[in-house]
C-alpha cells in the first residue's frame, strides 16, 4: 500500500511539475512578445532600419501577385540600368513566413495588412525562439535548465536587437530555425530516432530558406561529430544524427535558388562531406569488427584504412582542384573575412565599411548579454559534470559562437543562445545546490529526509521477510504443474523485490551522495539571494535595452533636450517629397546605404542598394561623389541620374551621414578606379573637413552637396557633429541645383543641370559665325559700291 501511494504521489508530482513547466512557458512566450512591443508603443507601427524595408516590399509583391510570379520576378527599380532577380538573389525564408501568415489571417477573415504582419513578426518567432531554446536545454541538462535558459533568452538584449516589433530582417526568423535544428540534432543524438533525423533536415532546410548564416550549422555539426569519433564516442545514435542530415538537408538545400549548387560547390560545405565519408569509414570498421574474430578484424582494419585513405586522397585533391581554380579557394568574402579577420579591409572595403560587420568592444558584450557573461565559465564547467554528446555540443557550440562575436559584432545574435544555454545550465545546478543545502539543514525537512529513509529500509526488511516465510512454507499434495506455476510466480517475485531493492539502494545511495554536496546554511541562503539580485539586475537591464537602446527606428530620429523631446521625421519627409514631385522613372543616386528605402518608400528606380552584389557600380557611385563637380555630373549623367540624394547630419549632429562615410566612398571607389585615391583626401594622415582640409577634399562632390548654403543657417558654417568650422563655406552650384532640403537639413536633394552650356557654346559659335558672314557680305557690298564694273 506505501509502495503504491508512494507511486501515485509521484505521478501527481510530476503532473503537476508538468503542469507548472506548462505555464512558465506560457508566461515566457508573453514575455518575449511584450518586451519587444516598446517601439510600437514609444513610437508606431513602422518598419524600422534599412534591409527590412526591402524585405517589406518583396513580401508585398508576393501577396499581390502569388508564389509563382515571386520566384520569376525581375527588379527593374534596382541596380539600374542592370536590374535584379529577385526569386534567384533573396532568401525566401522570411517572406513566405510573413505571407503565410497573413494569408491565414485573411482566410479566417482577420483583415490585417501585409505591413502590420511584417511588424509583429519579429516578437512572435521570439517567443518560438524562447520555447526552442527550453527544448534544447531540457535534452542537455533537464527542465529547470531548460527554463532558466527559456526566460534569459525571451529578454537577451543581444536577440532583442533584432527582433523589436518593425526590425523585419532574416533574423527574426533564423534565431528559431537555429536554434530548433540544434534541439532536433541533439534530441536524435539521444534518442536515435530516424523520425528526429528527418525533422532535423526539414529544419534545416527552412534555415538555409532564411539566412545566410546556415553555414555555421553546416560546420558546427560536422565539427562536433569527428570530436565524437576522436574522443571514442561514436555510437549509431551518432550515425542516425548526422548521415540524413547531410543526404536530406544538402539535397533541400539546392532546391533554394540563391543556394544551388553553392551547396555542393563551395569550400562551406565542404567539411561536412569530408566527416560524411569519415563516419562512415567508422561505422564500416563498427560493423565487421562484431563479425571477425580478433586476427581477422585487424587485417580488415587495415585493408579499410588503407582504401579509405586512398578514396580520402582522392576526394581531397578533387577538391583541392576545385578550389584552386577560384581566386578566393571557395569561400565567399564574408566567410574569409570571419576566418582572417584583415581580410575584408584589404581585398574587399565594401565589406568593411559596414558598421555591423565590425568586431565589437568590450563594453558591447556587456551590453548585449550582460551578466551572462560571468555565468557561462560556470555553465561550461556544470556540462562536464558529467560529459555527454549533447553536453559536449553546448560546448562547442558556444566556443566557436565566442570565436565568431569577436570577429563579427553582428554575430553577437549567435552568441546569445549558447550564452543564455549555458547561463540556465550554471543557474538550474546552482540553485539545485543551495536549495538542497538548505533543505537538509532545516530541522524539520532533515527529519522527514532520515524518517523516509527509515520507512524505505523497512518496507525492504518487510518484503524480505516476506519472502523467506513464503520459501519455508512446505508443499502441498498437488499436480506437478501447479508446483511449477508456484516456483515461476516465486521466482518472479523475487525478480521483482530484487529489482525494487536495487532501486531503493541506489536512491538511498544518490541521497548520500547528495548529501555531501551540501553547503552551510548561511552560506547557501546568501548565496540564493545574490543570485536573486543578480537576476533582478539582469531583467532591468534588459527592459532598458528593449526600452531606450534598441526600440527607436532609424527612420525616425529622436533626441532630448532642455526644450524636451524632439523628433525628427527628415527621411520620410524626403522619400514623401520624391514620390510626390518626381517622375515615375526618374533615377535616383544615393549612397547604397539609402537604395532600399528610396526604393520601398518613394517608388523610384535607384542606381545601388543595400544587397551590394556589384562592387564596380558602388566603385562607380563613390567615385562620382568624389570627384569634382564636372567630373561627378558627367559620371551621373551617363547611368540617366536625374536626382541625387545626400544625408547630412551637421546641422543637428546626426553622426551617420554621408561626410562620416566618404572615406568608404572613397576607399571603394578607388579600389576599382585608380585616379581616386585616399591620401588625396587626407591633410597629414587626417580626415578634416576645416580650412586645414585638403583642396581635393574642399572640391569634392560630396563636400558641395553637404555643406551648401549651410553657412546660411548660423553665419559660421559650425559642423556639430565634426566640432569644427567648415573650410569652404561660399561656393556655388554648377552643374547641379538644389530642389528640396528637408525641414532639419538631414535629406538634402539635388538636381542635375541639363546641359546648358553646350547649348549655349553652339549658340555663340552659330551667332559669330552669322555675324562673320553679314561683316563680309557687308564688305562685298561696299567694294561693289565703289568698282560698279566689278
Excluded at 530548433?180 to 530558406?209: D, E, H, I, P, Q
Excluded at 543557474?427 to 524505505?456: H, I, M, Y
Aim: net charge positive.
Amino acid at each position: 500500500m506505501e509502495v503504491s501511494e508512494n507511486g501515485k504521489g509521484s505521478s501527481l508530482r510530476f503532473a503537476f511539475g508538468n503542469v507548472l513547466s506548462f505555464f512558465i512557458l506560457l508566461l515566457i512566450g508573453v514575455l518575449a512578445f511584450s518586451i519587444r512591443l516598446f517601439s510600437v508603443i514609444k513610437y508606431e507601427s513602422v518598419i524600422h532600419e534599412f534591409d527590412p524595408y526591402f524585405n517589406y516590399r518583396v513580401t508585398q509583391f508576393l501577396t499581390k501577385k502569388g508564389i509563382y510570379e515571386f520566384w520569376n520576378w525581375f527588379d527593374d527599380r534596382t541596380w539600374y540600368p542592370l536590374g535584379r532577380v529577385i526569386g534567384g538573389t533573396v532568401y525566401p525564408g522570411l517572406t513566405l513566413t510573413a505571407g503565410s501568415i497573413w494569408w491565414l489571417l485573411n482566410s479566417l477573415n482577420i483583415p490585417l495588412t501585409v505591413e502590420t504582419v511584417c511588424v509583429f513578426t519579429a516578437p512572435i518567432f521570439s517567443a518560438n525562439a524562447a520555447w526552442a531554446t527550453y527544448l534544447l536545454t531540457k535534452e542537455v541538462k533537464g527542465t529547470g535548465a531548460g527554463l532558466a535558459a527559456a526566460a534569459l533568452l525571451s529578454m537577451v538584449p543581444s536577440y532583442i536587437s533584432r527582433s523589436v516589433a518593425g526590425s523585419y530582417d532574416n533574423e527574426a526568423v533564423a534565431i528559431f530555425a537555429l536554434i530548433f535544428t540544434f534541439y532536433l540534432y541533439v534530441k536524435t543524438l539521444n534518442t536515435g530516432s530516424l523520425f528526429y533525423a528527418t525533422l532535423n533536415a526539414l529544419s534545416y532546410f527552412y534555415m538555409v530558406c532564411s539566412w545566410g548564416g546556415y553555414t555555421f550549422i553546416i560546420n558546427l555539426i560536422p565539427m562536433h561529430v569527428l570530436l565524437c569519433i576522436v574522443t571514442g564516442r561514436y555510437s549509431a545514435r551518432l550515425y542516425i544524427a548526422y548521415a540524413p542530415l547531410i543526404v536530406l538537408g544538402t539535397l533541400l538545400a539546392s532546391l533554394v535558388p540563391v543556394v544551388g549548387f553553392n551547396a555542393v560547390m563551395t569550400s562551406e560545405h565542404f567539411a561536412s562531406f569530408l566527416v560524411f565519408i569519415i563516419i562512415h569509414v567508422v561505422a564500416f570498421v563498427y560493423y565487421i569488427k562484431g563479425l571477425l574474430s580478433p586476427k581477422m578484424f585487424k587485417v580488415a582494419v587495415a585493408l579499410v584504412l588503407s582504401v579509405g585513405m586512398v578514396v580520402c586522397c582522392a576526394m581531397v585533391a578533387v577538391l583541392v582542384a576545385l578550389v584552386a581554380s577560384s581566386p578566393t579557394m571557395g569561400w565567399s568574402g564574408r566567410s574569409l573575412s570571419l576566418l582572417d579577420p584583415t581580410y575584408a579591409s584589404k581585398y574587399i572595403p565594401i565589406i568593411a565599411s559596414v558598421s555591423e560587420h565590425q568586431p565589437p568592444t568590450w563594453p558591447s558584450y556587456f551590453m548585449d548579454i550582460n551578466v551572462l557573461a560571468f555565468l557561462v565559465p560556470a555553465g561550461i564547467i556544470a556540462c562536464f559534470l558529467p560529459l555527454s554528446d549533447a553536453s559536449s555540443f553546448v560546448v562547442l557550440y558556444i566556443v566557436t559562437s565566442v570565436y565568431f562575436s569577436g570577429v563579427m559584432v553582428r554575430l553577437m545574435l549567435v552568441l546569445a543562445p549558447a550564452a543564455c544555454i549555458l547561463s540556465g545550465i550554471a543557474l538550474s545546478e546552482a540553485f539545485d545546490v543551495l536549495t538542497r543545502s538548505v533543505k537538509f539543514q532545516l530541522p524539520g525537512v532533515s527529519g522527514n529526509s532520515q524518517s523516509g529513509a527509515g520507512d524505505t529500509t523497512s518496507t525492504i526488511a518487510v518484503t524480505q521477510s516476506e519472502v523467506v516465510k513464503t520459501e519455508k512454507q512446505p508443499p502441498t499434495d498437488k499436480t506437478e504443474d501447479t508446483v511449477k506455476e508456484r516456483t515461476s510466480r516465486k521466482n518472479k517475485k523475487k525478480e521483482k523485490e530484487k529489482e525494487k531493492e536495487h532501486v531503493e539502494k541506489a536512491s538511498l545511495k544518490s541521497q548520500m551522495q547528495k548529501r555531501l554536496l551540501v553547503l552551510p546554511l548561511e552560506a547557501s541562503i546568501i548565496s540564493i539571494l545574490l543570485l536573486v539580485l543578480l537576476g533582478a539586475f539582469y531583467v532591468v537591464h534588459c527592459v532598458w535595452a528593449a526600452a531606450e537602446a534598441y526600440s527607436a527606428p532609424s527612420i525616425v530620429l529622436t533626441s532630448y533636450s532642455h526644450d524636451g523631446l524632439h523628433v525628427f521625421d527628415d527621411f520620410r519627409e524626403a522619400y514623401a517629397w520624391l514620390s510626390h514631385n518626381t517622375e515615375v522613372d526618374d533615377k535616383v543616386a544615393s549612397w547604397w546605404d539609402y537604395g532600399y528605402q528610396t526604393t520601398a518608400m518613394a517608388n523610384r528606380t535607384v542606381i545601388v542598394d543595400n544587397n551590394t552584389w556589384n562592387n564596380t557600380h558602388i566603385a562607380t557611385v563613390g567615385t562620382a561623389m568624389s570627384s569634382p563637380e564636372k567630373a561627378a555630373w558627367e559620371i551621373f549623367n551617363s547611368l540617366d541620374v536625374k536626382y541625387v540624394l545626400v544625408v547630412f547630419g551637421g546641422l543637428v549632429g546626426y553622426p551617420s551621414d554621408d561626410i562620416n562615410k566618404f572615406l568608404w566612398m572613397v576607399r571603394i571607389g578607388g579600389g576599382v578606379f585608380p585616379h581616386i585615391k585616399e591620401p588625396d583626401y587626407l591633410r597629414d594622415g587626417q580626415y578634416r573637413i576645416d580650412s586645414q582640409a585638403t583642396s581635393t577634399m574642399l572640391n569634392c562632390l560630396m563636400y558641395k552637396l553637404s555643406y551648401y548654403r549651410f553657412v546660411e543657417t548660423d553665419g559660421k558654417g559650425f559642423d556639430k557633429v565634426r566640432g569644427t568650422e567648415i573650410g569652404k563655406k561660399y561656393f556655388k552650384l554648377n552643374y547641379f541645383e538644389e530642389v528640396f532640403t528637408t525641414h532639419h537639413w538631414m535629406v538634402r536633394i539635388y538636381k542635375l543641370k541639363p546641359p546648358k552650356n553646350r547649348i549655349k557654346g553652339k549658340a555663340k559659335k552659330s551667332k559669330s559665325s552669322s555675324k562673320g558672314s553679314m561683316t563680309t557680305s557687308l564688305k562685298r557690298s561696299a567694294r561693289r559700291k565703289r568698282n560698279p564694273w566689278h
